[in-house]
C-alpha cells in the first residue's frame, strides 16, 4: 500500500490561520469528488473557523481524562483508520496526547494513518519545530511543550506557510477573533506584542526558506546537476564617476525589478584619475540614488578597474554585472583590450550587462598607463631582441651609412623599447645594439675586434647614453607610479574628510570603511587605559573577528598604533609600505572621529544642562497661573469660614471643607510635580534601587484612584524587577491618573508581561514590562514624543487637568531607575504606556517590601 502524503500549514503564532486554512482545504478536496473526514480540529471558540466544520464529515473525538478530573477530547485513531477515508484533517501536529491515547504525541498517530495510505492535512506553529524552541522561546517566553523532531517535519510531502502580517493579527485580537474578551489586554502585552510577532514571522519565513533550498539542493544531487543556480539575484554596478553612473544605476535597478528580491550594490573603483571635484560631486548624487533604491554603495582601490571589479563581485557572490562601454579607440576595438572586453572575457558564469553611453561617457576605465603590467614588459623583452635584429639588417642595405648614422638610428630603438616596457628591456636593448654596432659596422667587420680606438670610445659613449636613457625613462615610471598611487591616497582622505562632514559616522561604520579600502577579511579597533599592565580591548571590529589583541597578532595581521592607547589591527595580508601609511592616516581620522563623539558627548550634556534651566524657568511661570488659582480658592474658602461660619449652614460649611481639602490635594500633587522635575532636570534625583514586585507597587499607587475604572491583571509567575520602590509608585500613579483623565469614558487595564526575558535595555540586563492600557481617544503619532515634555498637554485637554507635569515626571523617573517609558498605539484605539524596568535574574528572589525614598545629592 502507497503511503500517504502529508501537508502541513505553517503558522507564526496562535491566530494566524491555520486551522481556518486546513479546513478551507478540506472543502475544496471535497468539493473535487475525494472522501474527507475530520480526525480532529481545534476551533478555539472561534465562529468563523466552526462554520467551517459544517459539510464535513467529522469523525467523533474520545474523551479522555486529563489528570484534573476533567475530560478532554482527543483523536480517535482507531475509528479515523476503520474509516479508510482518503484524505484526514487532524489539527495540532504537535499535540501531546492525554494518558490512554495509543501514542505519546498526536504526530506518532498521524504517522499510523499515512502508514495506512490516508492523505493528512494538519497545522503546526513555528514554536513547536524541535530546532526552533529555544530561539522562540527566548523572544516569547513561553516554553510550548515538546517540540516536534525536525527530521519529521522534513519529511512532509507539502509545507505551506499561512502568513499574516503582525498588525492585521493584532487587530483580530483587539477584535475579540483570537482570544476571549477578558483576556484581549494581557495577550497584546504578552504573546502577541508587536515585536514578538515580528521575530515569530521572521523566523517561520527564514525557516522555511531553508527548507526550500535543501528541496532545490536535493532535486540537482537527484538529477546530476552540478552548474550554478543562483537562487538570488545580486547586481553589481560598475561606477567610474562620470555622468553616465546614474544611467547605469538605473539600468540595474530595473533589472532587479523583473525579479522577487534582490540585492544593488553599486561599486567605484578608485583610481588616480578620478580625484576630480566635478567626479566627486557626480559619486555623492549616485550614492544618495543607490541609497534611494534601496542599495548599498562601496568603494575599492585598484588601478585595473576590470580586475578590481570582478574580485569585488565575486567576493558578494554576484550573478551580474552593469558597465557602461564608450566607443572607445579603432585599437582597443580591434584587439579588444577595453575595460568591458576585459570584464566579459574574466566574468566567467556571472551575467555582463554592457550599456552604451550615448551621453559620451567615459565607462569603465582601463589600466592606469602610469603602470607598466607585466604584459607591456614581457613585450618589451620581445622588442630588445626583435627591433636591434631589424634595424640592423634595414640599415645594411645601404652601405654608404658611417658609424655615428647606425648609433643614432639604434639609440631611437633603444628610447622606444624603454617607453614600451621600461627600464630593463632597454638595458638588454642597448648591450644587444652595441653587439651588433661592433659585428657589422666597425673594423673588422665580421668580429667582434675593434682595430680604431674612436669606434671604441664611439661604442662605450652609445652604449652609456642609451643606459641613461633607459634609466631615466624607468625612473619617470616608477616616480609616475608613486605620483598615482599618491593622488589615489589624497582621495582617499579627501573622501574620509568628506564623509566625516557630511555624516555622522560611528566607530563601526568607520571600521568597515577601513576594511573596504584595505581589501582585508577582518578590521579591529583596540583601546587601553595606557596602564602597564592594562590589557587590550576590543572596541570595534567590522568582518571576521580579528585577534584577541594587537599583542598576538599574526604574520598576516597589521597593527597600526594611532596612539599609545589605540591600536588598528587589520587582517587578511601583508600591507605594503604605501598602505601602511595610508593605514597611519586613516589611524589620526580615528581619534579624531573619537575627540568628536566626545565633543558630542560634552555638548549633549551642557545642552542638558540649558534644558534645566529651561525647565526651572518654565517652572516659575507655572507658579504664577497653576498654583495661584488652588491657592486662591483655599484662601477665600478659609476666610469665609472665619468671618460667617456662625451665619453659614452646616451643608456650605462642609462643602467649603471639601473645597479646601481637594485644593490642597491639588496643590500638594503640584508641588511635588514640580519638584520632582526640578530634581530631574537637574541630574540630582538617585534612586535607591532594590528588587521589588510590579504588584506591591502597584497597591499603593492606586491609593485613592477610582477603583471600579481600574483592572489589574498580573501573571502569579511575574518576575520582580530592580526598582526604588516609591519612585515606582510615582510613575505607575501619574500614568494612571493621567490616563483617567483624558480617557473619562474608558477603563484603564495593568498588565504585567509574564516571566521571561523579552529584550535588554542598556548595559545588556533583561528586562520586565508593565503595561498601562486606556481605549480612549489615543494620542496621533507625531504627538507622541511631545507628550513626554514638561508642561505638555493635548490640544483639547480642558482647563484644571494640571500642568502636564505627570508624564514627564514618569518618564524621568524611569529612566533614572535604569529604564524606559514609551508610548504605543492601543489596537481598537486608545493610548498604551509601557514602563521597562532591569529585571532581577534569580526567580527565587526575596522581595521585602519597603518604601524606598529618592535621595538628592
Not at 574620509?496 to 561604520?509: G, I, K
Not at 530634581?679 to 504588584?695: F, N, Y
Not at 475604572?709 to 516609591?726: F, K, Q, T, W
Request: hydrophobic share 45%; with cysteine.
Amino acid at each position: 500500500m502507497a503511503r500517504g502524503t502529508l501537508r502541513i500549514f505553517l503558522g507564526a503564532a496562535a491566530g494566524a490561520g491555520t486551522t481556518y486554512s486546513m479546513l478551507r482545504e478540506a472543502h475544496q478536496i471535497l468539493a473535487g469528488g475525494r472522501d474527507v473526514v475530520v480526525g480532529i480540529a481545534a476551533a478555539h471558540g472561534r465562529p468563523d473557523t466552526g462554520q467551517l466544520l459544517d459539510g464535513l464529515d467529522v469523525v467523533a473525538p474520545r474523551l479522555l481524562p486529563d489528570g484534573n478530573g476533567a475530560e478532554v477530547p482527543e483523536l480517535d485513531l482507531d475509528a479515523v483508520l476503520a474509516r479508510k477515508p482518503e484524505v484526514a484533517v487532524v489539527d495540532e501536529y504537535a499535540h501531546v496526547n492525554a494518558p490512554g491515547s495509543r501514542n505519546t504525541r498526536r504526530w506518532q498517530d498521524i504517522e499510523e494513518l499515512l502508514a495506512a495510505g490516508t492523505d493528512v492535512l494538519t497545522a503546526l506553529a513555528v514554536q513547536h519545530v524541535a530546532s526552533l524552541k529555544d530561539v522562540v522561546a527566548a523572544i516569547t517566553d513561553e516554553p510550548d511543550g515538546e517540540p516536534v523532531p525536525d527530521a519529521v517535519v522534513r519529511r512532509a510531502d507539502h509545507i505551506e506557510l499561512v502568513d499574516i502580517s503582525p498588525e492585521l493579527l493584532r487587530q483580530r485580537v483587539a477584535d475579540g477573533n483570537v482570544v476571549p474578551r477578558d483576556r484581549i489586554d494581557a495577550a497584546l502585552a504578552n504573546e502577541f506584542r508587536l515585536g514578538n510577532l515580528i521575530a515569530l514571522r521572521e523566523i517561520a519565513l527564514i525557516w522555511l526558506a531553508d527548507r526550500v533550498d535543501e528541496g532545490l539542493a536535493g532535486y540537482r544531487k537527484s538529477q546530476g546537476i552540478t552548474a550554478t543556480w543562483p537562487a538570488r539575484e545580486r547586481v553589481v554596478v560598475g561606477l567610474s564617476g562620470g555622468p553616465e553612473g546614474e544611467l547605469l544605476i538605473r539600468r540595474a535597478a530595473r533589472i532587479l525589478s523583473r525579479v522577487n528580491g534582490g540585492d544593488l550594490l553599486a561599486v567605484h573603483v578608485r583610481r588616480a584619475e578620478s580625484t576630480a571635484a566635478t567626479r566627486g560631486q557626480l559619486l555623492d548624487a549616485q550614492r544618495r540614488l543607490v541609497a534611494d533604491l534601496g542599495g548599498t554603495c562601496h568603494t575599492v582601490s585598484g588601478e585595473d578597474a576590470a580586475g578590481s571589479l570582478l574580485e569585488f563581485a565575486r567576493s558578494v557572490n554576484a550573478t551580474q554585472i552593469v558597465i557602461g562601454a564608450s566607443p572607445g579607440t579603432l585599437r582597443s576595438r580591434i584587439l579588444g583590450i577595453g575595460a568591458g572586453a576585459k570584464v566579459v572575457r574574466g566574468s566567467g558564469d556571472i551575467d555582463v550587462h554592457i550599456v552604451s553611453l550615448p551621453q559620451g561617457g567615459p565607462g569603465l576605465p582601463g589600466p592606469s598607463p602610469a603602470a607598466l603590467s607585466g604584459r607591456r614588459t614581457l613585450i618589451g623583452f620581445v622588442l630588445a631582441v626583435v627591433l636591434p635584429v631589424l634595424v640592423t639588417a634595414a640599415l645594411s642595405r645601404n652601405p654608404e651609412l658611417n658609424l655615428a648614422t647606425h648609433a643614432l638610428v639604434h639609440l631611437t630603438g633603444v628610447m622606444a623599447v624603454a617607453f614600451i616596457g621600461g627600464l630593463w628591456p632597454a638595458v638588454l636593448a642597448a648591450v644587444l645594439d652595441s653587439l651588433l654596432l661592433n659585428y657589422f659596422q666597425t673594423d673588422p667587420v665580421g668580429t667582434l675586434n675593434i682595430s680604431d680606438p674612436q669606434n671604441v670610445f664611439a661604442l662605450l659613449v652609445f652604449l652609456s647614453a642609451a643606459v641613461a636613457v633607459s634609466l631615466v625613462v624607468g625612473l619617470s615610471a616608477r616616480r609616475a607610479r608613486e605620483a598615482a598611487r599618491a593622488r589615489a591616497e589624497a582621495a582617499t582622505l579627501a573622501d574620509l574628510a568628506h564623509d566625516a562632514l557630511l555624516a555622522d559616522d560611528t566607530v563601526a561604520a568607520f571600521m568597515g570603511k577601513v576594511r573596504e579600502t584595505f581589501q582585508v577579511r577582518s578590521a579591529g579597533l583596540f583601546t587601553t587605559s595606557g596602564d602597564k599592565d592594562a590589557a587590550w580591548e576590543l572596541q570595534a571590529f567590522s568582518g571576521e573577528a580579528p585577534p584577541p589583541s594587537p599583542d598576538t597578532a599574526g604574520l598576516t595581521d597589521s597593527v597600526e598604533l594611532a596612539d599609545e592607547r589605540t591600536a588598528l589591527v587589520l587582517s587578511g595580508r601583508t600591507l605594503t609600505a604605501g598602505d601602511r601609511l595610508l593605514l597611519s592616516a586613516h589611524g589620526a581620522h580615528l581619534l579624531l572621529l573619537r575627540q568628536r563623539h566626545a565633543l558630542q558627548r560634552t555638548l549633549q550634556s551642557t545642552a542638558k544642562m540649558a534644558e534645566g534651566n529651561n525647565v526651572r524657568t518654565a517652572i516659575l511661570r507655572a507658579v504664577s497661573h497653576d498654583l495661584r488659582t488652588p491657592l486662591a480658592g483655599i484662601k477665600l474658602a478659609v476666610t469665609a469660614l472665619r468671618r460667617q461660619s456662625r451665619r453659614l449652614p452646616d451643608e456650605v460649611q462642609a462643602e467649603m471643607l471639601e473645597t479646601v481639602e481637594s485644593y490642597t490635594e491639588r496643590l500638594d500633587a503640584l508641588i511635588a510635580n514640580l519638584l520632582d522635575m526640578s530634581r530631574i532636570s537637574s541630574g540630582s534625583a538617585a534612586p535607591l534601587t532594590a528588587p521589588v514586585t510590579w504588584r506591591d507597587a502597584i497597591e499603593d499607587a492606586l491609593r485613592g484612584l477610582p477603583a471600579d475604572r481600574i483592572r489589574v491583571e498580573l501573571p502569579p509567575d511575574i518576575p520582580a524587577i530592580y526598582a526604588d520602590l516609591g519612585m515606582l509608585e510615582r510613575v505607575i500613579a501619574n500614568i494612571v491618573e493621567n490616563a483617567l483623565k483624558y480617557a473619562p469614558a474608558s477603563d484603564v487595564a495593568i498588565v504585567g508581561v509574564s516571566t521571561g526575558t523579552r529584550g535588554v535595555v542598556d548595559g545588556g540586563a533583561p528586562f520586565g514590562e508593565l503595561h498601562i492600557v486606556d481605549h480612549g481617544q489615543g494620542v496621533p503619532a507625531a504627538a507622541v514624543e511631545g507628550i513626554f515634555q514638561p508642561f505638555q498637554r493635548l490640544d483639547d485637554a480642558p482647563a484644571g487637568l494640571g500642568m502636564g507635569l505627570g508624564l514627564a515626571v514618569a518618564k524621568g523617573f524611569t529612566e533614572a531607575m535604569g529604564g524606559h517609558l514609551l508610548a504605543e498605539p492601543t489596537p481598537g484605539g486608545g493610548l498604551t504606556m509601557v514602563i521597562r524596568l532591569p529585571q532581577v535574574a534569580a526567580p527565587d528572589v526575596s522581595t521585602p517590601r519597603r518604601k524606598a525614598g529618592t535621595s538628592t545629592s
